[in-house]
């Protein structure tokens, strides 16, 4: 199926717990994007890792990328119930292109 | 800091209609973007546009036009809606196309009866 026409996946965890959100991605990408969608609201970018970088973190999220492997992970340490939100990968499927493709979505819950 | 407005934030309309959302972005971005998102799904690529008058398919741009009025406009139009058809469009734009982050507008939700 392509891309954002499957189901969100959902995780349910406690407060002060850490979570990992993994993406897979099927073609080259020079970039893996992180956007978090509260309801009722457009996404916005929480963390960008580049084809260069295995490693980057922003506060208490760590994203990875694994290019060999077309994969990328998102975790947050800690995590507070106003992570509860929607984490969605995205990718641009070829440099210079603009086109930016989002992965299927995970709605994270997190209980107090 | 810019914003992007989308109008109108509900829209109801009836089988076969044609329905027309519109985007205005204040970044001075280049590349503005239309998704659609249904009810517990991901965002689907329908339009992109890399500058002023380019106008780029996605994944999902059969049933829609779109148009690049201006740098800072953006219009999607479904030609012919489809009965029962809920979900919400999402505009975006960026500083030009591949160079990271978008920003997003809070979304239009369309109701067809």
């Known amino acids: 199926s392509q891309w954002g026409e499957e189901n969100l996946q959902a995780l349910s965890i406690q407060e002060g717990e850490d979570v990992t959100m993994n993406c897979s991605y099927k073609?080259?990408?020079?970039?893996v994007h992180w956007y978090r969608q509260d309801s009722g609201r457009g996404p916005a970018l929480i963390i960008l890792?580049?084809?260069?970088?295995r490693e980057k973190r922003s506060g208490r999220l760590r994203a990875t990328l694994d290019t060999s492997s077309q994969s990328s992970s998102l975790s947050i340490t800690a995590a507070q119930c106003e992570d509860t939100a929607v984490y969605f990968c995205?990718?641009?499927?070829?440099?210079?292109?603009?086109?930016?493709?989002f992965g299927h979505g995970t709605i994270l819950r997190v209980h107090p | 800091g810019g914003i992007i407005t989308q109008t109108p934030k509900f829209l109801i309309g009836q089988e076969g209609q044609k329905l027309t959302l519109k985007c205005q972005q204040n970044?001075?971005?280049?590349?503005m973007y239309w998704y659609r998102q249904d009810s517990g799904k991901g965002l689907r690529l329908i339009y992109y546009?890399?500058?002023?008058?380019?106008?780029q398919k996605g994944d999902l741009s059969e049933g829609y036009d779109a148009s690049r009025e201006k740098k800072s406009s953006f219009s999607l139009t479904v030609t012919s809606a489809q009965k029962n058809e809920m979900a919400v469009f999402l505009c975006?734009?960026?500083?030009?196309?591949?160079?990271?982050?978008?920003?997003f507008g809070e979304g239009s939700k369309l109701t067809v009866l």
């Open positions: 975006a734009s960026s500083i030009a196309a591949n160079t990271g982050q978008l920003y």
């Open positions: 073609t080259y990408t020079t970039v």
């Open positions: 890792i580049r084809s260069n970088e």
């Open positions: 995205a990718t641009n499927t070829g440099a210079n292109t603009g086109k930016l493709t």
């Open positions: 970044f001075n971005h280049d590349t």
């Open positions: 546009s890399i500058t002023e008058n380019d106008l």
